[in-house]
């Protein structure tokens, strides 16, 4: 297989701007007979707005950010909407992610939903619960991520519990403000990884217990799935992608913004740890969320006849 990699050179307008996929639009005009016709774009804005706009028939797949955020701006809302109506297939990827979609209206039968995946490997050595549970949140650092729940929750916790820890891995804006509010707690019980690779993120879930991931709205969640083929529980939120993958026997899904319910799904965690089977959680996710599995779904839609 020959890959070839081009960079798309374009005036960088502000993504809030409406010349933001204008600017694109016209760079990828430069590159069009280079496209075939079964082109999968990855976020309908700016890319699968601005291929629409040079009528590069292509099918797009909607994360979640790439939808919500830009929606807010009625004439990029418009782009979208036009822009989903007038593409050869769009894909989501969760059902919850449907629904908004939908809700646009655009015809649901245009709409799939093709869940995430990840490259499953064998079941990890099970490991004992140290004598240090350890909580861990992966993401952006912003307030959308539900970063401040997960702090207040975890440090009200800490009255109740003295051998727990919290793990924040990633950055964003919210850093500086979130280590100033954890400073009597920083290299003690809670501590900050920073922005690190995918496969250190894998190692360090590893080292975990529990996922915790309170976001207000969250399109799918890979993370998620990323732990639980390790074999391990993860909280949530009701947010539009997670309470499709969660269920009572890998987790707990809570209400977004509310932390009473988090330091009590936290604490319930603690208490039922073992009631988590770590090979039933992984087989869930070898099942039904296999990197190759997922891929070809999107190749028989994208191609129905299979051939590439």
């Known amino acids: 297989m020959n890959i070839t990699i081009r960079e798309l050179k374009y005036l960088p307008f502000p993504k809030d701007t409406f010349l933001y996929h204008k600017s694109l639009s016209f760079s990828l005009l430069f590159y069009k007979k280079l496209f075939y016709k079964n082109t999968l774009i990855h976020t309908i804005y700016p890319l699968g707005v601005a291929a629409n706009n040079i009528n590069i028939k292509s099918n797009i797949v909607i994360h979640g950010s790439d939808l919500r955020y830009f929606i807010k701006n009625k004439k990029q809302k418009r782009a979208i909407v036009n822009s989903i109506a007038e593409l050869e297939n769009t894909i989501v990827v969760s059902n919850g992610l449907k629904k908004e979609v939908i809700a646009l209206g655009i015809d649901p039968n245009r709409i799939a939903v093709i869940e995430n995946g990840i490259n499953i490997n064998k079941m990890p050595y099970y490991r004992e619960p140290s004598k240090i549970f350890k909580f861990v949140f992966v993401g952006s650092l912003i307030v959308q991520k539900g970063i ?64 915790v991931l309170p976001s207000y709205q969250e399109g799918f969640g890979r993370v998620i799935i990323e732990m639980m ?53 992984y087989n869930y996710i070898k099942e039904n969320y296999d990197l190759k599995n997922q891929t070809r779904k999107v190749i028989d839609l994208v191609i129905p006849s299979g051939n590439i």
């Open 148 to 211: 401040y729940e997960l702090l207040d929750s975890f440090i009200h916790l800490l009255k109740e519990y003295s051998n727990i820890e919290l793990y924040f891995i990633g950055d964003g804006i919210e850093k500086k403000r979130l280590i100033a509010k954890s400073s009597s707690y920083i290299n003690k019980s809670i501590f900050f990884l920073g922005s690190i690779s995918n496969e250190e993120v894998i190692k360090e879930l590893s080292l975990m217990e529990c996922l």
């Open 229 to 281: 083929s390790l074999g391990k529980p993860v909280i949530s939120t009701y947010s539009g992608g997670p309470e499709y993958i969660i269920n009572k026997s890998n987790g707990i899904l809570i209400d977004s913004k509310n932390t009473n319910q988090l330091k009590s799904a936290m604490s319930r965690i603690i208490e039922d740890y073992s009631k988590y089977e770590s090979n039933k959680i």
